[in-house]
């Protein structure tokens, strides 16, 4: 198992930082394009989410690791901001016609259904967001 | 992300290139909506050389179809595949907006009523 960490500020002009450092290990860990592309679209949806909440008081981390578990690609999201379980949140009626539907809401639902299995952890005054990919 | 916004038989096509993700959409919603804030009922946005989408991108997509919708206007999408068709499958989108297979089927589907 060898697995890589990084840390950025949690803003959104990282977002491209942040990708680049993740596909760099999908890469690195041999994970085919099409697994790729979900694990960089949950990496967005989770790491804008810290942007956007975490910190409602000022400036702070997002903190990134990659594993490579043999036959899960493991990505871990941590931040130090307030405790938020985003797994907490309902899913969206993704069957509502474009008058009903509200803006917003999808990004967590993409991790569900992207991920082959995502857990929330509050550790240590840290929200700690797991999500596994099969290869 | 780049965008090429042109005015072909009667309506207005966006071409999208690259990524629309958080970074990106602002610029798409700035460049699209200022589109239909001029006037234009009828809109084309082509997908075909766009490789990635995020729900921030598909935030950016329904505030169109609103807007427009608000104003009686029409989109159609063309050229949506790949990973792009997958997102928009998982969200739910594939069902409520109107999509084809190329450019010129969503123009003749939009000006032929």
């Known amino acids: 198992m060898t697995h890589d960490t990084k840390r950025f500020a949690a803003i959104i002009a990282n977002l491209d930082a942040v990708s680049a450092f993740v596909e760099e290990c999908a890469d690195r860990f041999g994970l085919d394009a099409g697994k790729k592309f979900g694990v960089l679209l949950a990496l967005e949806e989770v790491f804008v989410n810290i942007c956007h909440y975490a910190y409602p008081d000022g400036a702070g981390d997002a903190k990134i690791t990659c594993i490579d578990d043999n036959g899960l690609f493991v990505l871990e999201i941590s931040d130090e901001g307030r405790p938020f379980d985003v797994l907490s949140r309902p899913d969206p009626d993704t069957t509502l016609d474009i008058e009903e539907r509200p803006i917003g809401g999808l990004g967590i639902h993409l991790v569900r259904r992207l991920s082959d299995g995502a857990s929330y952890q509050r550790q240590g005054g840290q929200n700690i967001l797991r999500m596994e990919f099969k290869r | ?113």
């Not at chain 2, 958080?22 to 234009?40: D, F, H, K, Q």
């Not at chain 2, 999509?99 to 032929?112: E, F, I, P, R, Y």
Request: net charge negative; glycine share 8%; proline share 1%.
């Open chain 2, 1 to 113: 992300m780049e965008i090429d916004i042109r005015k072909e038989a009667g309506a207005t096509v966006a071409t999208m290139k690259g990524r629309l993700d958080a970074v990106t959409a602002p610029e798409y919603e700035s460049r699209i909506n200022s589109v239909v804030e001029g006037g234009e009922t009828l809109l084309v946005i082509d997908f075909e050389r766009l490789d990635y989408i995020s729900s921030a991108g598909l935030r950016g997509l329904l505030v169109t179809a609103k807007l427009l919708k608000a104003k009686q206007g029409k989109v159609r999408f063309a050229n949506v595949r790949g990973a792009v068709k997958e997102v928009f499958d998982i969200s739910g989108f594939g069902s409520i907006f109107q999509m084809d297979d190329s450019v010129a089927a969503s123009l003749a589907a939009l000006t032929d009523h």
